[in-house]
């Protein structure tokens, strides 16, 4: 069973910095792309920013120049640092996994932790 493990969330004042961490464990033969996605209340879940097993980026407008996301390949880990942080950050983080589970898998398995609160505010 391939499990992810969030941490690092919390409250933060207007300018702050969290850093969210995220380590996926388990039998994996492969992990495609690992990121963040983000919820706020009313709102649907939105991408924050993905990291390719190539070392391609990608990040939400809201966020870009503010968080910085990077991999440890090593220990199949995840990390998001966040910067500046703004009241509408506040949202439950979900760290996402893409991956296959053996070599013999023909798709890909989709992996989401349970999710982490960031909440800021003065």
């Known amino acids: 069973q391939v499990h992810l493990a969030e941490s690092g969330g919390g409250s933060a004042q207007p300018g702050g910095s969290l850093r969210l961490s995220c380590a996926c464990s388990g039998n994996v033969f492969s992990i495609i792309v690992m990121g963040w996605y983000r919820q706020a209340p009313g709102k649907e879940r939105e991408l924050v920013a993905v990291?390719?097993?190539?070392?391609?980026?990608n990040y939400a407008d809201s966020v870009n120049g503010r968080f910085t996301i990077s991999r440890d390949y090593a220990k199949n880990t995840v990390y998001l640092e966040m910067n500046s942080l703004k009241p509408e950050d506040t949202a439950v983080y979900y760290c996402?996994?893409?991956?296959?589970?053996?070599?013999?898998?023909?798709?890909?398995?989709?992996?989401w932790g349970q999710g982490t609160q960031v909440t800021v505010s003065s």
């Open positions: 996402n996994a893409r991956l296959y589970v053996t070599p013999e898998s023909r798709t890909f398995d989709d992996i």
């Open positions: 990291k390719t097993s190539g070392g391609s980026t």
